[in-house]
């Protein structure tokens, strides 16, 4: 079964710096798809940023962007010029080949003013 | 509608009562996901309906949740008996049909559920 592991439960960072959060899964499909959801206190998930396994370059969007290492079976989330509104918790998720999503544990990212 | 609505926003219910929690997909999505999520948690699947048929209900706890979909539009979950465990956002999905990851899943904003 996959699994998805998020190693930190919390993280800072100063406004306008960058932050990168952790991820790793563990899968034996050769196809799939990850992504990072945000869930601010309203509760609501938003995508953030999706990356295709069987794609090499890594997904930017915006202030967003990822380093997927497939081997290592990482995904990360970089955090550039971090704002206030970007405080929230964040969620690693793998979509597998049953169209389901396995979510990690979550990391809380708090911006420092 | 505009997004995913659930109803209702909070629901506080006694221990051994009967609950309903309701989800109004994004309109076409034909696909509706129904998750929950403890405190400090990640969101933990329950069931997946494709259309109007559950095509993977392999995260029900155990038989006093069961959920239905029965137009392929509106789902509602439905626990039976509830227990203080069952206290948990419920976070319901949709997503449009076709390339799984072409799309992503839009969440509602959930129904918290205290169980007292």
């Known amino acids: 079964a996959q699994t998805v592991t998020q190693s930190q439960p919390e993280m800072s960072v100063q406004e306008a710096e960058t932050v990168t959060l952790s991820c790793t899964y563990d899968t034996s499909e050769s196809d799939y798809y990850l992504f990072w959801y945000k869930q601010p206190p309203s509760r609501q998930m938003i995508l953030v940023i999706r990356?295709?396994?069987?794609?090499?370059q890594n997904a930017t969007e915006n202030r967003f962007s990822v380093n997927f290492q497939k081997a290592a079976k990482s995904f990360s989330l970089k955090i550039s010029d971090s704002q206030l509104g970007d405080a929230a918790m964040y969620f690693c998720?793998?979509?597998?080949?049953?169209?389901?999503?396995?979510f990690g544990t979550g990391t809380r990212l708090k911006v420092l003013a | 509608g505009a997004g995913v609505s659930q109803t209702p926003s909070n629901k506080v219910t006694e221990k051994g009562k009967y609950v309903e929690l309701r989800c109004d997909p994004i309109s076409g999505h034909t696909a509706l996901y129904w998750y929950r999520q403890s405190l400090g948690q990640g969101p933990e699947f329950l069931i997946y309906f494709q259309g109007t048929g559950a095509a993977d209900d392999s995260g029900l706890p155990n038989d006093r949740f069961f959920a239905v979909r029965p137009e392929g539009s509106v789902s509602t979950l439905k626990i039976q008996r509830t227990e203080r465990g069952d206290s948990a956002v419920y976070l319901c999905?949709?997503?449009?049909?076709?390339?799984?990851?072409?799309?992503?899943?839009?969440f509602g904003q959930g129904t918290r559920l205290t169980v007292v």
């Open positions: 990356q295709e396994a069987y794609k090499q």
């Open positions: 998720a793998y979509l597998t080949g049953t169209y389901k999503y396995i």
């Open positions: 999905a949709s997503r449009e049909s076709g390339r799984p990851g072409g799309t992503e899943a839009f």
